[in-house]
């Protein structure tokens, strides 16, 4: 079982910036593609970044490129998901979430997700 906690989350203004973080106590993090999603109410969960389990590889959704950058330290067991320049439409419940598969942006690939954490973008 691998147990993950999103922090980070919070109320921002728009043009500005956050970084979310994820701890997870495995000892096995090494093993785990992360990815981070995000579900704004009245919508489904969307992708919006993943990394390969040892850094390498990232892939981000297209209106998530150049401003945001998931990176992750194996020595932490912590991911991160860095937020610039954000807009209104970024509000959401931003979720962290675990794959013993190839960093993926399939939602269904993922055995185990965060509780999230709360994003607010305002005008």
């Known amino acids: 079982q691998v147990q993950l906690v999103e922090s980070g989350g919070g109320l921002v203004q728009a043009g500005g910036s956050l970084t979310l973080s994820c701890a997870t106590s495995?000892?096995?993090?090494?093993?785990?593609?992360m990815g981070w999603f995000r579900q704004a109410p009245g919508k489904e969960r969307e992708f919006v970044a993943t990394i390969s389990s040892n850094g390498v590889t990232t892939y981000y959704a297209d209106s998530m490129k150049g401003r945001f950058t998931i990176s992750r330290d194996l020595a932490k067991n912590t991911v991160w998901l860095q937020m610039n320049s954000l807009k209104p439409e970024d509000t959401a419940v931003y979720y962290c979430?675990?794959?013993?598969?190839?960093?993926?942006?399939?939602?269904?690939?993922?055995?185990?997700w965060g509780q999230g954490t709360q994003v607010t973008v305002s005008f």
């Open positions: 979430a675990a794959t013993r598969g190839a960093a993926t942006s399939r939602k269904s690939a993922y055995s185990y």
């Open positions: 495995t000892r096995s993090f090494s093993n785990y593609a």
